[in-house]
């Protein structure tokens, strides 16, 4: 059964860094999707990145206006997806949710994914 973990968010500055990282267990599959989501109170759900493996390769997908100041990546060898936040701003003040989905398609529709975390907060505030 696909598991994923979320671990890394907290409290940091306007301007700071945080690393997320997502632990992903029980692909029967080389081809998956392991995509980040993030909601902020009274918000929906909005996609913010995905990275898809195609037999060992991988793509990455971005919401339009979060390229720039984030980047996904993945660590094969410890089956971890990565999510790294610089430049942070108030409104990326959220709970980010790691998802997963078979199949290796770029999307950030919530629809698309079946498997979620259980989510992890991150505070933007000074």
């Known amino acids: 059964q696909v598991e994923v973990v979320e671990s890394g968010g907290g409290l940091v500055q306007p301007g700071g860094s945080l690393r997320l990282s997502c632990a992903a267990s029980?692909?029967?599959?080389?081809?998956?999707?392991i995509g980040w989501f993030r909601q902020a109170p009274g918000k929906e759900r909005e996609g913010v990145s995905c990275i898809s493996v195609r037999e060992g390769t991988t793509s990455t997908y971005y919401a339009d206006s979060l390229k720039g100041r984030f980047t996904i990546s993945r660590d094969n060898a410890k089956n971890t997806v990565y999510l790294q936040m610089n430049s942070l701003k108030p409104e990326d003040t959220a709970v980010y949710y790691c998802?997963?989905?078979?199949?290796?398609?770029?999307?950030?529709?919530?629809?698309?994914?079946?498997?979620w975390g259980q989510g992890t907060q991150v505070t933007v505030s000074s």
């Open positions: 029980g692909f029967t599959s080389d081809y998956y999707t």
């Open positions: 998802a997963a989905r078979l199949g290796a398609v770029s999307t950030l529709l919530v629809v698309n994914y079946r498997h």
